[in-house]
């Protein structure tokens, strides 16, 4: 074995040992939950409380995820492939079980309830449409032999649905998504999108209270997926049943959510409506992810009130300074009331107490490091800091009053897109890229002179790369 084999075989043992001892800790933390009294809460009709995955290879997909949801909400969960998301929306469905935390579905501690049980229906990426059966046969397959409750005589009964009911439901299903006509089709005759409304009428003919999409849209053309948004969005109008869509495609989060969720490696990165997470951003993260183009960023300096970006300087507005400034003595006084809270209430390995947790002990050592980190940062008079503006903050032609010194950058390349012109370029050698009117042609090698809104501007600490405003 050679050094690099060697260097690369320690690495691979060090992550092992590291899930393994996080796998024993949450299986740990999961039977303690058992033991406990599980109310659910009465202000949302989901709930999911620090929600863990663990696979049996150790791999943690989904970590301390909590998010209550209203009644009649539309939830979109976002993010990068890997993220989460599917599997956060199959441990709902009951398709994945839950390594430990808690879902309430409809005010029922719905841990161990079958997927039949548990008041959902699931639309898949893949139609999952049955080929040898019409589509009136396949909206009808999951009715066929089910029993529901319903009431009989002032008290709740099970029952098979008859033909009438079943019948019914369909032709109401296939009269609110418009496919009445493909009834008698099959699914080999119908186009992507037609084929997409089925799945979502035989999730609608269950009358279930949540509906869960897991991307339906991505195997769509462009200009039908634009379609299948507005006719969601429509249906969701219609129904008012609560939805919780996964997408990595941050435009569709934009415009069908009322609440975004936006997940990185299996952790909840930030919880808002589309104008909250775009105009807010929690993090560089949720900055650079949400926007098309993404966030330009770079490097900067904060001293007395102004930002230096190499040559040139930002002077920031009162309330800015006020914020920055208050920052980190915030930072400083969160991170050591957490550290007070984690010594008081130690984790341990064993039953006997006797021997800390090691992600407890970890967990210590990264609060005192970052209260350190930021102490340290504080008593200093210069601030390195991230420095961020949408490219459409970045333009030759702007109604705000506060407005950056000109900008002088040469085009590297410049994209048409009808309106609008992308102009992408270079500044301290990172790439960025400005939105601006397609009033005039611009060409590869033009001078441009730009100027940035400073009330869109965005800061980010450098230690934790939390956004400070």
């Known amino acids: 074995m050679n050094e690099k084999e060697k260097l690369e075989w320690q690495k691979e043992n060090e ?4 899930n393994n001892e996080n796998y024993f800790e949450v299986l740990s933390l999961a039977k303690k939950e058992q033991k406990q009294e599980h109310t659910a809460p009465t202000d949302c009709f989901l709930s999911c409380q620090h929600i863990n995955k663990i696979y049996s290879n150790r791999v943690q997909a ?8 209203k009644d009649g909400e539309f939830i979109v969960l976002v993010g990068p492939s890997g993220c989460g998301k599917s599997t956060t929306l199959r441990m709902i469905a009951g398709l994945e079980d839950i390594t430990s935390g808690d879902l309430y579905i409809d005010g029922k501690y719905a841990n161990k309830l079958e997927p039949k049980e548990r008041q959902v229906a699931m639309v898949f990426q893949s139609y999952a449409l049955y080929p040898h ?3 009136y046969e396949n909206m009808a397959f999951g009715l066929k032999g089910s029993k529901e409750a319903v009431e009989v005589d002032g008290h709740i009964e099970m029952r098979r649905l008859t033909r009438e009911e079943i019948d019914g439901r369909i032709q109401a299903a296939a009269k609110a998504l418009q496919i009445t006509e ?7 005759q119908l186009s992507g999108g037609q084929c997409q409304r089925v799945a979502l ?7 279930a209270k949540v509906f869960l999409l897991d991307e339906p849209l991505s195997n769509l053309d462009a200009k039908l997926r634009i379609q299948m948004r507005s006719e969601l969005v429509r249906l969701h109008d219609d129904l008012k049943n609560t939805m919780i869509y996964v997408t990595h495609d941050q435009t569709e989060a934009m415009t069908m959510a009322d609440r975004i969720v936006i997940l990185k490696l299996g952790k909840i990165q930030q919880i808002g409506t589309p104008i909250e997470v775009y105009d807010h951003p929690a993090n560089l993260f949720v900055a650079t992810f949400i926007g098309s183009p993404t966030t330009n960023v770079i490097e900067a300096l904060y001293r007395n009130g102004k930002i230096s970006l190499g040559d040139s300087q930002i002077t920031l507005s009162p309330e800015q300074q006020e914020k920055i400034e208050a920052f ?16 008081a209430e130690p984790r341990y390995k064993d039953k006997k107490q006797t021997k800390l947790a090691k992600s407890y002990q970890k967990e210590l050592v990264r609060e005192k490091e970052l209260i350190q980190a930021f102490e340290t940062l504080n008593n200093k008079d210069e601030k390195p800091i991230l420095f961020g503006i949408r490219p459409e903050n970045l333009s030759s ?6 407005l950056s010194d000109p900008l002088k950058v040469k085009i590297e390349a410049a994209e048409l897109l009808g309106a609008d012109y992308y102009l992408h370029f270079s500044l301290q050698e990172k790439d960025w890229c400005a939105k601006v009117p397609a009033d005039r042609l611009y060409h590869i090698g033009d001078e441009v002179v730009l100027k940035m809104d400073l009330e869109k501007i965005h800061l980010f600490d450098t230690i934790t790369e939390k956004s400070i405003f």
């Open 133 to 135: 059966m019409s589509v």
């Open 328 to 343: 980190y003595p915030a930072e400083i006084e969160a991170h050591k009331a957490h550290l007070a809270k984690l010594e």
């Open 62 to 69: 989904v970590t301390d995820f909590s998010l209550d949801v």
């Open 397 to 402: 032609v702007s109604d705000s009053k506060r």
């Open 182 to 188: 493909y009834l008698n089709r099959k699914p080999t």
């Open 15 to 18: 992550e092992r040992k590291k």
């Open 201 to 207: 009428g035989r999730a609608y003919v269950r009358n």
